[in-house]
Nanobody, 130 residues
Framework: QVQLVESGGGSVQAGGSLRLSCTTS????????VGWFRQAPGKEREGVGL????????YYADSVKGRFQISQDNAKNTLLLQMNSLKPEDTAMYYC???????????????????????WGQGTQVTVSS
C-alpha cells in the first residue's frame, strides 16, 4: 500500500518559517503530480502548491505566492514545502497529495482539485499565532 507521510508541522509566531516534508514509497508519483493542500476549520480544502511531471509545471495559490516554495527531492522520494513569512491565516491542517496519472495532473495544473488526487497523507497541523 502506498503511503504519504507528512512531518514538520507545528506552532510558530507570525513572520516565522516552517518546512513541511512528505515522504512516499511510490516513485511513480514524480512523473504525475504531487502537492500540498490545507484545510482550516469550517473551510474547504484548498490547493497551496503543486508540482507536475517532475517540475515541468509548478502552481501556487495566490495567497502564498512569494512566501511558500514547493520542491521535490527525487532521490529521497520527498516533497517539501518551505513556508516563510507565515501569517495567522495560514493556520490549517496541511495535507500532502499525489496523483500518478499525468493526464489528470495536467488538467488541474492551474487549479488543483482535491477530488482528483488519488492518494493523501494523514495531515500535519500548522498554527500561526499573531
Amino acid at each position: 500500500q502506498v503511503q504519504l507521510v507528512e512531518s514538520g508541522g507545528g506552532s510558530v509566531q507570525a513572520g516565522g518559517s516552517l518546512r513541511l516534508s512528505c515522504t512516499t514509497s511510490a516513485y511513480t508519483y514524480w512523473s504525475g503530480c504531487v502537492g500540498w493542500f490545507r484545510q482550516a476549520p469550517g473551510k474547504e480544502r484548498e490547493g497551496v502548491g503543486l508540482i507536475v511531471n517532475g517540475g515541468t509545471n509548478k502552481y501556487y495559490a495566490d495567497s502564498v505566492k512569494g512566501r511558500f516554495q514547493i520542491s521535490q527531492d527525487n532521490a529521497k522520494n520527498t516533497l517539501l514545502l518551505q513556508m516563510n513569512s507565515l501569517k495567522p491565516e495560514d493556520t490549517a491542517m496541511y495535507y500532502c497529495a499525489a496523483e500518478a496519472d499525468v493526464k489528470i495532473c495536467w488538467r488541474m495544473s492551474a487549479n488543483p482539485s482535491a477530488a482528483l488526487f488519488g492518494d493523501w497523507g494523514q495531515g500535519t497541523q500548522v498554527t500561526v499565532s499573531s
